[in-house]
């Protein structure tokens, strides 16, 4: 059985058939809302929030005779993420209209792309288990996003409804995978994956709360061997990767049930209920001859010069996977940690600028994996609301490597500077932190030591090797953590076998 697979065991009423396996088919839709300062196709604003109704103009409200203008900021950020998947760029591509009627939507219609979509034919590489694995993209279009339905209280017992047109004509672009993913944490990895790489070439900050990055998933399952697809739901209404993964493992057993008791998986659209956590069928599937996509007669077809590209190609910065690999031949780190520290560009920034400053590329790892990204978690903040600037933290470093204070007095003197901000010298000064590597003071506690316990050192000297633990104990104690541990081993040898 495959790591992914899901067995279901038989009820007690029918044991005579053998259990089977399943395997999940996952495809991901993905929106992501782009920063562009205006909207696809008109002047407003494009900002996220602001007074109701406020970003809008007779184009985005669809009022009878304005025209839509293109935004070409759009399509550059398009065509950006586009190259970033490998995916080949259409010089020629169509606008089309997506009709439907809803009341966020002014216009009776939204501006999308169909048969001739920006994009097509690309891929993104996600590590699951180890090993790597490429998921298919089947195509990357444009399309601008609906308004916001305020509802007074919940959706049930609402008396009335507010609509919101600020969001009405923001850029999207929307990201389709292949059936390509097989189990919930794949989904969750080509998310993350996908949100890193926006985020690198900010044109979208990524935010699944604030709806700026959204996902609809596909799925279905089917016996393992089997060719066919199973019928699949479409989930919607996630708004976390948590949720996304929660939402695909309830379906995923959702869909086996069914299938277990002879019940057939019926084709619709599900909505996650985080509360209850759980999917409930939301309307039946639409398919895509119910919109009556028709090519926008008052858009011009989009057209994309190849060197446009190139020039759109000459400003990528380097992507995640590309700089995960850098980190480990560059640094000698591990994959596993590299993945973590080039998670963000300002992450993976940090580390290189601690590196640059004391040259301990695995010491600043460490810390950065360990005490940093931790202390960040508990507080809830990003690397950019760090308290210890790189140059504290590659001086910290530094002063363990030139052995002005112990390993394990860094520790402390990190908590201070996480809490106060204050540079580590000035720490380890005032707080007199300083490792004492004095030979003569370390020599005169040793004999202190010696003094007061004459038995053991006259056991030690009969062959009792191991109290010499002891002894460095005692030496440590006496100077409060602070002496060089190397040096009392060392001194303490001596005078123990000078007798
Ligand atoms: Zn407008």
New binding site residues.
Partial sequence: MGPNSVTVRRGKKDNTRKTRDYESIIGLEVHAQLLTRA?I????SAAFGGEPNT???????GQPGSLPVLNVKAVEFAIKMALACHCAISLLSLFARKNYFYPDLPKGYQISQYEYPLAKDGYLEITANGQGKRIGIIRIHMEEDAGKLVHEGTFESSASSLVDFNR??VPLIEIVSGPDIRSPQEAGLYLRSLRDILRYLEICDGDMEKGSFRCDANVSVRPQGQRDFGTRTELKNMNSFRHVEKALEYEIKRQIALLETGEEVVQETRLWDEERERTLPMRGKEEAHDYRYFPDPDLVPLEVSKAWIEEIRDTLPELPAEKKERFVRQYGIPEYDAAILTASQSLANYYEECVKLCGEAKTVSNWMMGDLLRELKKDDREIEECPVPPKHLASMVKMVKDGVISGKIAKTVFEEMYRSGIAPEKIVQEKGLIQLTDVAKIQRIIQGVLEKNPKLVENYQKGKEQLLGFFVGQVMRATKGKANPKLVNELLKKSLSKG
């Fill in positions: 909207k196709f008109c002047g407003c970003h809008t103009c007779p184009v985005c409200t009405t004509g």
